[in-house]
């Protein structure tokens, strides 16, 4: 890769120091490396001690990383799970919490979309209103999909009210093959 590297490694077991990849490599190395100015000298320095520390800290940064990734992942899974109409009795505080979040976060998605597709909608209207003329596309008002209410109550709201209210029978749609879906009230 175009680096000029040496290794010096000094050992207890040893009179003379171990050097790679050879004496006259390591010196010229090192006469390059007096040459640059300190700054340039300590600029990435490390010994063992801090390499492995950075090192650690790394992979702390990637387990916390993967860790949440594969929460977010079993709440999903979870989110799924209740709507096709298993229950939430098992799950712990944490778990109502993390689920919550999660619900909150594929509603901000929706809401995302939902407006996208209605900024496309009105380019497009606006675009063959210039050039050629096209029928009138229906659009039902988001209204219709029973979402107007969850602008009004929070998160916590709707689900503590859903929660307590699973239990009633007109809740349920079927799929066809024994699946429920719970529709929450709003």
Partial sequence: CGIDACA????????????????????????????????EQSKKMVNQESFIRQRIAKASEQLKKQSKENREKEMTEVMYQCLTGKGLQNLNLGDLNDLGWVVDQNLKEIYK???????????????????????????????????????QRTQAEWFTDWMNNTSTSDQHIGFGHGDEMIIPNF
């Fill in 8 to 39: 010096i490694i000094y050992s207890p077991y040893e009179n003379q120091p171990e050097v790679w990849p050879n004496t006259m490599g390591a010196q010229r190395v090192l006469a390059e490396f007096k040459k640059m100015p300190e700054m």
């Fill in 113 to 151: 979309r939902i407006e996208a597709l209605k900024k496309g909608a009105s380019t497009s209207s606006s675009a063959s209103s210039q050039g050629a003329v096209t029928a009138p596309v229906e659009q039902k008002p988001v209204v219709e999909l029973g979402l107007e209410g969850m602008h």
